[in-house]
């Protein structure tokens, strides 16, 4: 949830629009835009360790919808098989091996991975969930997807 801001005009509440960056003024019709925190996010999502499972299929399956040109995304039924999200210097991986799913990040230049680290899910989500604010306040269509991933 955004933290609630007052309007510079009239200092009334605003409140947040769908996307959670612009915040307009019931009062005055004052609108301010506002960044997104990864912090916000992360809690959106509302990881759940106990079924990691689950939960990486339904971020891999949101995301994949929503980013589908900067997306791989592979299945067998609700078992998520490997999932890649490209956010230019940012790459998260998270692939089926025999042991489980495992989560990678891989820092990215032209294409080129320099840099690949696997993580513990609650690392991945975090420096996920901070790739994508960084990335919405950057684009105004991220913005749009994640307002979508936190009210579903």
Same mark, same amino acid.
């Given at each position: 949830?955004?933290?609630?801001?007052?309007?510079?005009?009239?200092?009334?509440?605003?409140?947040?629009?769908? *996307?959670?960056? %612009?915040?307009?003024?019931?009062?005055?019709?004052?609108?301010?835009?506002?960044? @997104? *925190?990864?912090e916000? #996010?992360?809690?959106?999502?509302?990881?759940?360790?106990?079924? @990691? !499972?689950? +939960?990486?299929?339904?971020?891999?399956?949101?995301?994949?919808?929503? +980013?589908?040109?900067?997306?791989?995304?592979?299945?067998?039924?609700?078992?998520? !098989?490997?999932?890649?999200?490209? #956010?230019? @210097? *940012?790459? +998260?991986? $998270?692939k089926?091996?025999?042991?489980? @799913? %495992? $989560?990678?990040?891989?820092?990215?230049?032209?294409? %080129?991975? #320099?840099?690949?680290?696997?993580?513990?899910?609650?690392?991945?989500? !975090?420096?996920?969930?901070?790739?994508?604010?960084?990335?919405?306040?950057?684009? $105004?269509?991220?913005a749009?997807?994640?307002?979508? #991933?936190?009210?579903?």
């Amino acid at each position: 949830m955004t933290a609630p801001i007052r309007c510079p005009s009239c200092g009334a509440m605003m409140k947040p629009a769908a *996307d959670a960056r %612009i915040h307009a003024c019931e009062y005055c019709g004052a609108q301010t835009q506002v960044a @997104i *925190d990864g912090e916000q #996010l992360a809690a959106g999502l509302r990881l759940d360790l106990q079924n @990691i !499972e689950e +939960f990486m299929y339904r971020l891999a399956h949101s995301l994949h919808h929503g +980013f589908n040109g900067r997306t791989k995304f592979e299945s067998m039924g609700e078992k998520l !098989e490997l999932f890649e999200l490209n #956010l230019d @210097i *940012d790459m +998260f991986v $998270a692939k089926r091996e025999p042991h489980g @799913i %495992i $989560a990678q990040h891989k820092k990215m230049v032209r294409g %080129i991975a #320099l840099k690949t680290a696997t993580l513990p899910f609650d690392r991945w989500v !975090e420096m996920l969930t901070r790739a994508l604010a960084v990335h919405a306040n950057e684009n $105004a269509r991220v913005a749009q997807v994640l307002a979508q #991933l936190k009210a579903g």
